[in-house]
């Protein structure tokens, strides 16, 4: 590959916060040109915005439609090779489709959809086509997360007993989405963010990042809702227990009314061998206890470590790498993905969240709903 | 009050971890004497104990009903004045009750008995004998314990709304009860600890945690136990959805298979206006939010504390206070009432766990065994 | 501005840590495209290391002159308009120089040249030719460094009292130059690095960061060095007593064979009203001490911040940014200083070492190793 | 040993804080019994004291002298066998002495005596009555100081090149002492502190911690002192370069002025090996380093620890021991080697500071006086 890939972006003007990010974390490793976008559905905003990123005029579109099919039309070197659709959760499923059906590859952000139902078709869609899809769970992208998942998958924490994980945030814990802010918004209407709340929005980075370090997957969960803001419609907190496909059991604990916290996401593992305890606020240590041992804690880039974490640090040891990085690293591995097919490689590695997470994340928001609403019974993943 | 409190003991003898820990927890303040003991129901042994303790052999007793006895015979200013009970769960109603009949208070270790039944026929004895009764729920008497409860009690944080709880060991992930270690073969014993194993043993403090720090109560839970040691039949580990009786909803984590957790007991409480967040094995450390401020951490006899924090310590601020310190606070708020009841004041600081903390311990045991019978069904606390 | 800026860069081929670092931090913002660069001092490797950076074959250059004189004859709108000097130390001063007088802006990296000589030949040239010069002293590119530099510059901690700064790291501790590392061989080599090692490898640094958040100066100093290797001739440790220009005191201790250390910059400040206390490898907390009050910790994007500070964080609070986002803003501020010259614009905030605290650094190197010949006596810093 | 051993105390009346620590610390093992005092020079103020302290009146004395005769003119069996000396500075090296000559072991608080020269007398005194004597430099009572001690001791940090130390204090960075606080008032007075301000007071703590740990010894230091508070004549900040007897070389930093700091003694430690780092606001942690290793956390009672820092522990890993506990760790062990004489056994583990190190850190504090002296210039410890 001696050429960056070229994306177009669904989403992300003015105003947005995740555009911003998913922009940043594509161009960190310089593997990937922004030549594209219909970044608002008013057209002059979205020309707007893309002034700002210094994109031509023409190719600031007015609607994703409108870009998908004009881009399309552009000559095979110019046009865009996939889009990048980072808008509110119910606009992922028409333009995620839509671009598969023409070719393009596809990077989403999570939740996959707005239901279940869209997620499934969104599945076929991308195994008819045979388009590339990642979901942007972008914590699976840490050099330490990375350790932790090989030292599971590597049994050195032998049979996984105990699973405790949690998304903390306090930003909704007052009523924010009537200040006109409008990441909460969006982020409290049933229309635009679908049956989960918190659940959807940061619940399911939780349940991905046990599945990507453990393998394992949530059976039966029990799921307690709270609607804690007046007027809310969907869940602002969300306690749950869980039982794991391997015998395990856990709580998963998520908030966006737990006051004071900012993004404490925290995964806690522990085995018949070992134990691992990761947080997202403090990404660059990887706390483990082994039998008989005194406390280890591993550092990205530092010593010890498996090739897997290894290789995705940018930097020496000691100099921290933080949430762009992380998220970069899911567009990396999509990007060298996408080059490998067009060199006809097979045996790829194909390092991050695809189709299935976004399934079984909506597998979880939608068992999650249901066990709240039938009195926090044990409700199955399928 | 111009001399020392008169104490027997009730177990403790050499291999007790905790009869020591007691021991020492009643000298540190000044105000309490070991006077005599039954600390083994081996005379011998118990002799020998006694005397590593500068005990005269007379007053080394071979049981408890002898020292009850033996002691109420002693001249008013000589005999014990109250009696530590340190034996495992089975061995603590019938002494307890024995004493109060016969006149002399109770410092008790927890649970406080092995049934429920038991502790409401306790209750009812120390209604009726009008003994002072103090269980030794110890991580209450930590200076920031104190702090945190004032804060809550205060109105400081608001309306609580979510709670999380953890009390996390690790050393029951081997089959230490296999090896010969005392303290392990009896937890695991349900003859001695009770229908509880880990829920009984560290379940109990956390519970007891967040009542004393919020003042609010578990009016139902759902408990989903493990039992994950081979050929063991009481739970250790536990996973709880909690549902308080304000409306707050919140989670417990119970654990003796852990690997790598020494005592993690920790605790955050999110209110509509503040938060805050305790962990005994950093327990110099209060780590508080409050809307639009940043992270404030409140330290033993540091800035800004509540009297009630500010009286506990006894050292200047960074001079760290562990465990024994907290213990020794149960025990000199105890004494310091003992002493104020026999100058005849009645509005004295009653500041210790006491009866009903133990009632309401077995109430938690028996709804979350019974809970987890019924597949982690909602069940209340009475 | 409605255009990236066109960087060209000198050094940075196969091999290099910190030319991918710049180039990294370089893209971030999306501000700057990489358009040429002499890589290496050999042709071919020039030309390989350049098209794995997707540049064409015709714009890798196989000396800095030939790129500086080419570049030139380039019509205004193609060619670089500023050179990033991402070489050994003694290849700092010969490019920086052509390139201010062949019109181009320089960012460069620290310490600025070989010796104060050039350093202050390198000062005349670009007060000169009126060229913009950015040093990359990176660490001062922290949201919370720049939360430290508004809280003392507006006075929140009183009259600065004292100073403690360390830059420790432990990767020299063995004898890595023997084993081929290209880091260390030239680190250790007076020829590459100048009279100073550690000193002006990290040292300079820590000399910064001091500056930049007090604005004070060191008066001067007493320096012992410390040569642990085997075999080296250049400082590997450093201890030193500082005496600031206005009255305040303190320490700096600076090593490469503190063993275990990453990269352990830390700064502690004290004055008469407050205290604060950063440190790199945990970048993300301020941690802060006021009167009378309990301890304060700010984050990044977090609650209490001055705009100096906030303006500098590109995601959410809770979100770690780390090593690659502080060297971003040094680019960011340079590239929107260079456009903002383009435009006209007089009072631009210039938030960015340069020039100057290039020249301050080598008289700091100087001082230091004077004091040290000296056995450590007290030297000034002029 | 099968009775308690009889102290008398010297100081520690109502108002003092450290006869309260000395206290209790003599309390927590049991193994010690108050029996006397001269709280006070004021004969009613004694007896007031230790009326709080259950002593009967005529053994609350007037002053030291009385205390020493008239205990001297007791029974043996009832006699006090050791005084505790808890006075200000300037009050220690009277008593001490003349409870030495006539017959009693002496434990004393640092600094030793208020010159060196009384130093040196008392050190003679020691040798020539065949006393036992302690100082209580109590930070070296701590579980994992004495782990530190054991792994430099046993070679496992390889040969040591760095030491960091640093003993930070804020409390007098306002003019407390113009506010009546007792404790403040006599430290800045030289007259009762003599030479040094915070040298003598935490200064001593640091160079001894140095000492206990690694068996080094300081060969020439360069001390720059402060004088920060208005009116103050003695040092209430310290910058210090230090230089041990075996080439390492390291940095002191002591403070009274560090604003917000509680009572910050910290030490870091470089091998070739290995490396640690302990705090004593974080007691229970030992961070350490070695080649090619993650970092590894002991904590006390836990894994992999030497037998010299297991039998100091009193309670399972976990759960936090403090600086009652440590300092108590001294009294335990004067008390056990006190008995061991009694019982005529020679080969005594004699793990507390004692006369030497009171000696050695009056060395200290002249020598960093005398090297301020000459503007911070190397000055011996001899």
């Not at 555009?19 to 219909?38: E, K, M, N, Q, T």
């Not at 979205?46 to 439609?65: A, N, P, T, V």
């Not at 991308?126 to 998958?153: D, I, P």
């Not at 794991?244 to 908030?255: C, D, E, F, H, L």
Request: some cysteine; glycine content about 10%.
């Amino acid at each position: 590959m001696k050429r960056k890939l070229r994306m177009g972006m669904i989403g992300g003007g003015h105003g947005s916060f995740i555009g911003d990010v998913h922009r940043r974390a594509a161009s960190i490793d310089g593997l990937i040109d922004l030549v594209c976008g219909a970044f608002s559905s008013d057209p002059k905003k979205s020309i707007l915005s893309g002034k700002d990123l210094f994109l031509s005029e023409e190719r600031c579109y007015g609607s994703y439609e409108e870009m998908i099919i004009k881009e399309k039309e552009l000559p095979e070197d110019k046009r865009m090779e996939f889009v990048a659709i980072v808008t509110p959760n119910h606009m992922h499923f028409h333009p995620a489709k839509m671009a598969l059906e023409n070719g393009f590859h596809v990077v989403c952000d999570k939740p996959i959809t707005l239901t279940l139902e869209e997620a499934l078709t969104l599945q076929s869609a991308v195994n008819k086509t045979k388009r590339l899809f990642a979901l942007t769970h972008n914590y699976t992208g840490y050099a330490l997360v990375k350790q932790a998942r090989a030292m599971v998958r590597n049994g050195d924490l032998g049979d996984i007993r105990k699973i405790q994980v949690q998304y903390l945030q306090g930003w909704l814990s007052t009523a924010v989405e009537e200040t006109g802010q409008k990441q909460a918004s969006w982020r409290v209407d049933p229309k635009r963010s679908g049956i989960g709340g918190a659940l959807g929005d940061i619940g399911t980075h939780a349940e991905n990042l046990i599945n990507y370090i453990t393998g394992l997957q949530i059976s039966e969960l029990a799921a307690d809702l709270g609607v804690f803001g007046e007027g809310r419609v969907l869940d602002d907190d969300a306690n749950l227990l869980l039982r794991m496909n391997n015998g395990a059991k856990g709580t998963m604990s998520i908030s966006q009314i737990a006051l004071g916290e900012e993004n404490n996401l925290a995964i806690k593992i522990y085995g018949t061998k070992g134990s691992l305890e990761w947080c997202q606020e403090n990404p660059n240590e990887l706390i483990t206890h082994w039998l008989h041992e005194p406390k280890k804690i591993y550092t990205p880039n530092g010593n010890d470590l498996y090739p897997e974490s290894l290789k995705v640090s940018r930097i020496p040891a000691g100099h921290p790498e933080g949430y762009l990085e992380a998220f970069a690293t899911i567009y990396k591995n999509f990007a060298n993905h996408v080059m490998a097919v067009y060199d006809g490689e097979l045996n790829t590695d194909l390092d991050y969240p695809s189709i299935s997470d976004g399934v079984r994340g909506m597998r979880f928001i939608y068992a999650a709903v249901d066990s709240n609403k039938n009195n926090a019974a044990w409700t199955a993943l399928e």
